[in-house]
Each structure stands twice: as structure tokens, then as C-alpha cells.
């Protein structure tokens, strides 16, 4: 039998709420919080490479989001909680990973993933 594999992502969606009237950390904090409790995961075609386990990814996404930015654990944990029920509910294993930050008008935060099942 042939694996089956998904590549899924997250993405913050900066672009569609960062207005002049969010021009703080306190500002943001409630909109992220928003966006992390209510998007979901989306299947993409983007090959994701550079984390190994879902730890490594959310180790990062965390050092970003919460140590650089100062915004709550839950802005990680939300998105990260979904992954993990899609990864249980569907059988998949975790196989890769990636992690971008927000860049000005070039992309916003996302996590990119990759699952495997037989």
C-alpha cells in the first residue's frame, strides 16, 4: 500500500488585519488570539523541510511568537492543538515542518506542515 501525505498550513493572516489602528503588541494580542482560535489548517502544495518533529516546529514558532513578540502561548498552542487533533483523528504521522514569520508586504506567519500514513 501506498503512503498518503498532506501538506497543511496555518497562516496568521497579518495581512488582512494589520491596519494603522494596530500599531502595538496590545493592539495585535487580541486579533492574533482571534486568528489562532478560529483559522484552521489549509491543504497547500508547499514542501516543508526544515523541523523533523512537530516539537522542533512549535519550539520555534513559540520562540517567535512568544518570546520575540511577547504575545500569550495560546497564539501557538490554538493552531498547534488543531494539528494535533487532525494528526490523531486522521492517523497521520508528523513529517516535516516549517515555520515563517511575518515579513513586511512579502508573507505573513505560517506554519507549514507535513503528514504521512500508510
Known sequence: MTAQTIR????YCEHDWITEDVDSPAAAEPILL??????DWCEVD???EEYDTLDALV????????????MPAAAVQAPVGKL????AEG???FAAGDFSEFVGNNQDTELLVKLVRD
Not at 8 to 11: D, E, P, Q, V
Not at 59 to 70: D, F, I, K, M, N
Not at 84 to 87: G, H
Open 8 to 11: 497543511l498550513r496555518f497562516s
Open 34 to 39: 482571534r486568528v489562532a482560535s478560529e483559522g
Open 84 to 87: 494535533r487533533a487532525i494528526i
Open 59 to 70: 519550539e520555534r514558532a513559540e520562540q517567535v511568537v512568544v518570546g520575540e513578540w511577547g
Open 91 to 93: 492517523g497521520w504521522t
Open 46 to 48: 508547499d514542501e516543508p
